[in-house]
Structures are given as structure tokens and as C-alpha cells.
């Protein structure tokens, strides 16, 4: 019952798939469940990709498959119950953005398949056991968001080489955020910068995040991969480019809202993935055997 799949992929890992449903009890019209840890404005070109993945593989939104959708608009305190109502439609899969809402999806069902479109870092906030074994009921795509968090420094000391000060807007209700910034903490003595940490447990935290970092004058900012910061990327955006503040981001979205730049991952093109694992989990008759499988993909940056 616990096939293995492991592809590798730069800036995307795809998870092993486990735990996959059973076709017994499959609908005549499969329910998707959509679990967002954002909000629906904030990832709709994502929705789009998601979306036309379907319907690259032949399904109809509304007749050949129905779609569930529900979003927590950046509260990640509303996820247990959103997942919850999903659980009670009875949906075959849980499709999931951010890691934030795979954890409340994975807390409330051991046995409807979770499809994580985007996670930051699956195995160090505890969503799988490992990559090669990770047990439970996810699978999905990973974006990496430990991993490339360093990176984000270091391009931001190439533009700002003066700068001594890095603030971090920091989101302790995302497992991932904290590993992020242990990541960052770990570059920052060789590129001489000293990080300024500032807690945002949601939008109301923001005006105070952005009084202490200019007080502190910050001589740059580094935005974490975080659902929460990008419902709000607009507002982020406009406050750097108001106090003169270089900043670098997680995704190209962040720059279209007005940022300077950008280095992350093509978040349409995971969510246009995550359909293909949709499609392969509704067609399995019984549990496959997986192999290992690797290919490469670069990250993306925009400036």
C-alpha cells in the first residue's frame, strides 16, 4: 500500500506518492478539494494553471470534475476548519497551497490523498518522514523555500553590497518560516550582514514590522516564502519602494505588485503539475509500484 516516487528537481521536488485512494469507492464525477493557505485574488493565475492542467488532460471543470475550493485569505487559524469541510464533502483528493495548509489537510484525514501543489520544506516541518520514505498520504511538489532562502541573501549583498543591516518579516505560524531564516542566519557572517528579524503573525502586524525596520534602518529586506506575505505583496511592495528599501522576493508575482526583484520558482507551472498528480491518482486502479526518477529545472529570477 505505500508505493515509492521520488522525482528530484531544481527549484521543484516531487514528494513520493503514498498512500494513493482506493478506486472502490471512486465518484462518478471525481470532487477536488482545493485548500489555500492564501487568498483566491492573491494565487488566481495559479488557479488558472491548475485549471487548464485539467483541462490539458481532458477534464471539464463542472462535468467531468468538481472543484471545492477553499481559502483561509492568509489566516492560517481558519485551515483546521476549512480542511475539516472539505473532509465532510467526502472529496477524493485534497489539492493544497503552501505548507500551512497541507499540515491542517494532513491533521484532519489520514486516508483522502493530499496533493501539496507548493511546500517549502516538506521533510524539516514535518509534513513527510523523509523523500525516499515519507510516509502518510502526501504527495505533491516542493518549492524549496529552505534551500533557496541563502541564495536570496546573496544576490541581495550583489545589489546592496553596502548593506549591513537585512530585515526579515518573519511568520512563526509557518513551520517553514523559521527554517528559512536558520538558513539565512547560517550566510550571513561570511557576507557580513547582521539580520533583523521581525515577527508578522498576519496583516495587522505589518504597520508594526514596518515602523521597527525603518527605525532600524535596514539597508535591505528579505520577503520568506510565505502564503501570508503574498496575499499581502502589494501592500510589502509599496511600503519598500516608499522608504527606498532594495528588497527580494520569493516569486515574480511580488515584482509585478510593484517589487524590485525576485528569485524563486514558477508558481504557475507547479500548479499546472500538481493536475498531472490529480489525473494519475484517479486513474490508479490499484497501488503501482513507483521507481526513482530525476530531471532538473531551473530556478527562476526576475528583476
Known amino acids: 500500500m505505500k508505493p515509492k516516487i521520488l522525482v528530484y528537481a531544481l527549484p521543484a521536488l516531487v514528494l513520493a506518492a503514498i498512500h494513493l485512494a482506493h478506486a472502490q469507492q471512486a465518484k462518478k464525477v471525481p470532487q477536488i478539494g482545493f485548500l489555500g493557505a492564501a487568498s483566491a485574488t492573491s494565487q488566481a493565475s495559479r488557479l488558472d494553471a491548475f485549471r487548464q492542467g485539467l483541462r490539458d488532460l481532458g477534464y471539464v471543470e463542472g462535468k467531468s470534475i468538481i472543484i471545492e475550493y477553499r481559502d483561509a485569505e492568509g489566516k492560517f487559524e481558519r485551515l483546521p476548519k476549512l480542511a475539516a469541510e472539505l473532509v465532510g464533502l467526502k472529496v477524493d483528493i485534497i489539492v493544497t497551497q503552501g505548507s500551512p495548509a497541507a499540515e491542517a489537510a494532513k491533521k484532519t484525514t489520514s486516508t483522502i490523498p493530499i496533493v501539496m501543489a507548493t511546500g517549502g520544506d516538506a521533510v524539516g516541518s514535518g509534513l513527510v518522514a523523509s523523500l525516499a520514505r515519507p510516509g502518510g498520504n502526501i504527495t505533491g511538489l516542493s518549492t524549496l523555500a529552505t534551500d533557496l532562502a541563502a541564495k536570496r541573501l546573496e544576490l541581495l549583498k550583489e545589489v546592496v553590497p553596502k548593506a549591513s543591516l ?16 536558520k538558513e539565512i542566519k547560517a550566510a550571513a557572517p561570511a ?16 504597520e508594526t514590522a514596518f515602523t521597527v525596520i525603518r527605525k532600524n534602518r535596514a539597508g535591505g529586506i528579505i520577503v520568506l516564502s510565505d502564503p501570508m506575505f503574498g496575499t499581502h505583496r502589494r501592500r510589502i511592495a509599496e511600503f519598500t519602494v516608499k522608504s527606498r528599501l532594495l528588497a527580494i522576493y520569493p516569486g515574480p508575482e511580488f515584482v509585478d505588485a510593484g517589487g524590485l526583484m525576485s528569485y524563486g520558482n514558477n508558481f504557475d507551472d507547479l500548479f499546472r503539475r500538481a493536475a498531472t498528480y490529480v489525473d494519475k ?20 529570477s526576475s528583476i
Not at 557576507?191 to 505589518?206: F, H, N, Y
Not at 484517479?282 to 529545472?297: A, E, M
Open 281 to 300: 491518482i484517479l486513474k490508479v486502479p490499484s497501488p503501482p509500484t513507483f521507481r526513482w526518477s530525476s530531471r532538473k529545472s531551473s530556478s527562476s
Open 191 to 206: 557576507l557580513g550582514v547582521i539580520l533583523l528579524s521581525v515577527e508578522v503573525k498576519g496583516a495587522d502586524d505589518l
Open 166 to 181: 537585512v530585515a526579515i518579516p518573519l511568520n512563526p505560524a509557518n513551520a517553514t518560516n523559521p527554517l528559512q531564516l
